[in-house]
């Protein structure tokens, strides 16, 4: 009779044994990570978390984004849609009054996937404001004429005289005062980097 107690209970501490090493191992596979190699070129397709600008972001400043188009290598999904990235601004000019485009440059400098953050090199977002000659020329050369047929008919040719350059100084002030041509992107703008070298992320089988 003790002979078969005792041979119960070993019986039972061994089937607990081996299911806790069961247990073990399946928990163990379940969270295997699997190194996958994310080749470059790679696009990153991102929403902005909050606005950005020419004239008001400076450069070395930080921006946060959210990955919005998973990253599928060989059929896996290695950096998920609603991913966490950062970024950095790597130039911001404001635009000139009367001359000077506004310039914005951006890239992507990590990735976080399942809570471990991954540095990464992009491609950089760039954009530049446009030209500043053509509208101004319009504006000033508008105002001399508008200037000059007003002094016209007030004071005949004398006042022409007078009202072109009148007139051109009302025009270059328009074009001073209107002329400024900044880059804002507003929150929630999607932009597409590309990786300029590849990536390891691990990733769970």
């Given at each position: 009779m ?62 946060e ?10 059929g ?29 440059r ?9 809570g471990?953050?991954y ?8 954009d530049r ?29 004398k ?5 072109g350059p ?14 400024r ?9 999607r ?15």
């Open positions: 003790q002979f078969a107690k005792r041979n119960f209970m070993f019986i039972s501490a061994l089937a607990l044994l081996l299911a806790g090493s069961i247990a073990l191992a399946a928990h163990k596979e379940m969270n295997r990570v699997t190194p996958v190699a994310v080749p470059e070129a790679t696009a990153l397709r991102v929403s902005l978390d909050q606005a950005i600008s020419s004239n008001q972001s400076r450069p070395g400043e930080h921006f984004a959210t990955v919005v188009d998973p990253v599928v290598v060989d896996k999904t290695v950096i998920p849609q609603g991913a966490r990235a950062e970024g950095v601004v790597v130039d911001a000019r404001p635009s000139g009054h009367l001359r000077g485009r506004a310039e914005l951006l890239v992507l400098d990590s990735v976080d996937v399942n471990t953050s540095d990464v090199r992009t491609t950089s977002f760039n404001g446009r030209n500043h000659k053509k509208r101004n020329w319009a504006l000033i050369g508008g105002g001399a004429g508008g200037g000059a047929l007003i002094g016209a008919l007030a004071g005949g040719g006042g022409a005289l007078i009202g009148v007139g051109a100084g009302a025009g270059t002030a328009v074009a001073f005062f209107t002329g041509k900044d880059i804002h992107l507003p929150a929630e703008t932009i597409t980097f590309r990786l300029a070298e590849p990536i390891t992320v691990n990733t769970k089988t």
